[in-house]
């Protein structure tokens, strides 16, 4: 039997998990088992588990339905559970190292007690100094083992499930559990301290507790904040089965109320229903009220007595009169020029046209991208939506025939960001453009991430400092309602680099269908308009931009390439577009394809992809094409830029560190061999695991048409699908 048995739910938080499994797995104390609690096989908090389960056996997981709760995944776990104590871990908060050493040794000294409470540390996600809640609270009992009547306000209610260890003998035998719905730390607290016989305290911190960017789950507006009126009445009739003395009742009493009057006073919380929880929790006050209690002094005690009066009118005026006068004022989006902010205030004031949408991609260099696949998908789709596509003035020209565009700044512009419904980016659109209301924001991303993006950006100085205000990327990113993502692997570090409370999409890249859905002569076409000539293979050299770069310097030589790979060979310079330099430079065996509208058709066109560390890699491997890591620089890009993940260990081909390398293996031909088909094969599995052709109609039917989940298409597996076809097989 294991000391400690520690129960983590994983719902939700696929991204830091890992974080959390391994805190610990590096414990210096090792006589314990790990229970993560998760979804069904397949989900990403799955994967992650999955991965820790076969690399070490005291990781056992089980499963609960996200439609359990929390409450449920806590209970699935402590009926898998065999140690002698019960621990329950968030899964994006972590134990500090040495916390089950320290527990060891206090419960050794204590003896078996039922209850262990110890300290956590509450740490701000992102500024702000860590805190220690419990300590105060803490502080004030016996030193040693004690009953509860020793330390009366210690009652449990106001302490989270995983601020303790419990003895597992002594929840089974008063066959305690979470009870369902929210708040269910409450309950659960509260019937525990009342069971316990005996307890003791840990006077040092053992958890570090993340503090979510979009605050608790239990502060968000809506009808579950009715819930926390069913734990208090659970605690409550407990305790009243239990006589319990003046000095313990007391206490329990003002603490219950103290959280269900802080719910009242904020009318954010209850959108609706505000009238009826203040009356509920006044029936639940005047029924529970201790004998000779005495309310608490201040401001709250007068919020005590009007509870127990029961008048709604008189709360609601309290509540006004303490309200601070100022309230924050919405600042008013300043486009350029007077008349251009008073034409977007007017149209602010007017309703979202509901069958209007914009788009926009890479801050309107033109149409391209995941925006420009939705957008062609919804014409066929849902034609009674209009669709405007959003671009800089000195890319009009590249807008396809037939298309509706505005160019940024414009009147036109401001007037159709205003009314639409429905915004759909792979960037982010200007700080000031509003978030209205009713209005569906769309953040499509334009890449799987190799490199660290969005916050985790920070502690990357070079790349901070071209990020700029990280505050601004947060209030632009708290716009999306949904983010889109193409592999588990994106979901996760989309979680971690865009704290927020958008959904997620698992439906591929919209841009990626073509890679599925192109003909044979859609193929010999690209060809033909890029220039390659007739019989010869076409290499794209695509690299991505570095941060510590002032422009675009190609790392190879390409012409010393060319001469060294022979005649059989053309190159396709594809320079990341923030370097797009115009027009194709066509010099022989080298094409510039830098300034071509469509990254997908200089993909469907190359035999083979040479690349460094460029989110391409990971859209051409859906082809099914031989791809060449040119990683001369690996190391410093990885001090630099920083990475989720060695690419070197699971590259998608061979790996060429100088152009040595890089001739051979082309030269000879293990660049398309068997074991780079088998490298390749590994990293599709991984990485194109929801681009299937269907991206955008899935993205159409679910943001622009309001279908339901059920009834989007599935993902197609892997090994259902056809990649368009090589041009190896085009020319023959």
């Known amino acids: 039997m294991p000391r400690f048995s520690i129960v983590v739910p994983s719902h939700g938080v696929a991204g830091r998990l890992s974080q959390a499994l391994d805190s610990v797995l590096a414990q210096s104390f090792g006589d314990f088992e790990l229970i993560p609690v998760g979804d069904a096989p397949g989900s990403p908090a799955a994967d992650v588990v999955a991965r820790y389960a076969g690399r070490d056996s005291r ?45 060891d040794a206090r419960l050794a000294a204590t003896g078996d007690v039922d209850v262990l409470h110890f300290e956590h540390e509450r740490t701000p996600w992102w500024e702000g100094e860590p805190t220690n809640p419990a300590a105060s609270l803490l ?57 316990a016989g005996r307890v003791a305290v840990l006077r040092s911190v053992v958890v570090r507790h993340l503090l979510r960017r979009q605050g608790s789950r239990l502060n968000v507006p809506g009808e579950h904040h009715h819930d926390l009126l069913e734990q208090v009445e659970r605690v409550l009739t407990r305790a009243a089965a239990r006589d319990l003395s003046a000095e313990r009742s007391g206490p329990l009493f003002d603490q219950l109320f103290a959280a269900v009057l802080k719910t009242a006073a904020h009318s954010h919380r209850l959108p609706s229903g505000r009238r009826a929880f203040f009356r509920r929790a006044g029936s639940l006050y005047r029924r ?66 509901p069958d209007l949408a914009v788009y926009c991609a890479y801050w309107g260099r033109g149409y391209a991208c995941n925006p420009a696949a939705i957008h062609a998908a919804a014409r066929e789709l849902a034609p009674h939506v209009r669709s405007v596509f959003l671009v800089e003035a000195d890319q009009a020209h590249t807008v396809p025939d037939g298309i509706e565009f505005a160019v940024i700044g414009s009147r036109k512009y401001w007037s159709v960001v205003a009314r639409a419904t429905y915004l759909i980016n792979n960037a982010n659109f200007a700080g000031a453009v509003v978030k209205r209301p009713g209005s569906v924001h769309l953040q499509t991303q334009h890449g799987t991430p190799l490199k660290t993006m969005g916050v985790d950006q920070a502690t990357y100085p070079v790349v901070a400092a071209a990020t700029g205000s990280f505050t601004k990327l947060l209030e632009r990113m708290d716009r999306w309602d949904y983010n889109l993502s193409s592999n588990r692997h994106s979901t996760r570090m989309w979680e971690r680099a865009f704290p927020g409370a958008h959904e ?13 859905t192109a003909t044979a002569d859609d193929v010999a076409r690209v060809r033909r308009e890029l220039g390659v000539p007739e019989g010869r293979k076409a290499l794209l050299y695509a690299p991505t931009h570095r941060d510590h770069a002032t422009g675009f310097e190609s790392r190879l030589d390409l012409r010393a390439l060319a001469d060294a790979i022979g005649e059989e060979f053309v190159i396709l310079l594809r320079a990341h577009y923030f370097y797009d330099r115009g027009a194709t430079g066509d010099r022989g065996r080298i094409i510039d394809v830098t300034h071509h509208r469509s990254t997908e058709d200089v993909c469907l066109a190359a035999d083979a992809l040479i690349t460094d560390y460029s989110s391409i890699m ?52 293990s660049y398309a061999d068997a074991s780079a088909a088998a490298l390749r094969a590994a990293f599709r599995e991984r990485f194109c695991e929801f681009d299937d052709g269907r991206a955008a109609e899935r993205v159409v039917r679910r943001v622009l048409l309001g279908e339901p989940p059920e009834r989007v298409p599935p993902v197609i597996p892997l090994a259902e699908r056809t990649p368009a076809p090589a041009p190896a097989l085009v020319r023959s």
């Open 59 to 103: 990781v056992a997981a089980v499963q609960s339905p996200p439609s359990a709760g929390l409450a449920g995944a806590r209970n699935a776990g402590m009926a898998a559970a065999a140690g002698t104590y019960l621990l329950f871990l968030d899964g994006d908060d972590v134990l500090v190292p040495g916390a089950l050493a320290a527990l």
């Open 139 to 195: 502080g004030k009992t016996p030193d040693g083992a004690f009953p509860p009547d020793a330390a009366p306000h210690l009652t449990g209610v106001q302490l989270p499930a995983w601020s303790a260890a419990y003895r597992r003998a002594f929840v089974t035998e008063h066959d305690l559990a979470f009870p369902e719905g929210h708040f269910t730390d409450v309950g659960w607290g509260g019937a525990v301290m009342l069971s």
């Open 288 to 353: 529970h009220r201790p004998a000779g209690h005495r309310p608490p002094g201040g401001s709250l005690g007068v919020q005590h007595r009007v509870l127990a009066g029961g008048s709604y009118a008189a709360f609601s005026t309290l509540r006004g009169a303490n309200r601070s006068v100022t309230r924050a004022v919405s600042a008013v989006p300043r486009p350029r020029g007077l008349r251009t902010r008073l034409l977007y205030r007017r149209e602010l004031r007017r309703p979202l046209d």
């Open 504 to 516: 997620t999409l698992e439906y591929g890249y919209p841009r990626n269908d073509v890679y599925y």
């Open 618 to 669: 990971f859209d051409y491997a859906n082809l099914d094409r031989p791809i060449v890591v040119y990683a001369d620089d690996w190391d410093v890009y990885r001090e630099t830029r920083g990475v989720y993940f060695d690419l070197m260990e699971t590259p998608p081909g061979r790996v060429a560190r100088t152009p040595g390398e890089l001739t051979a293996v082309l030269r000879d031909g």
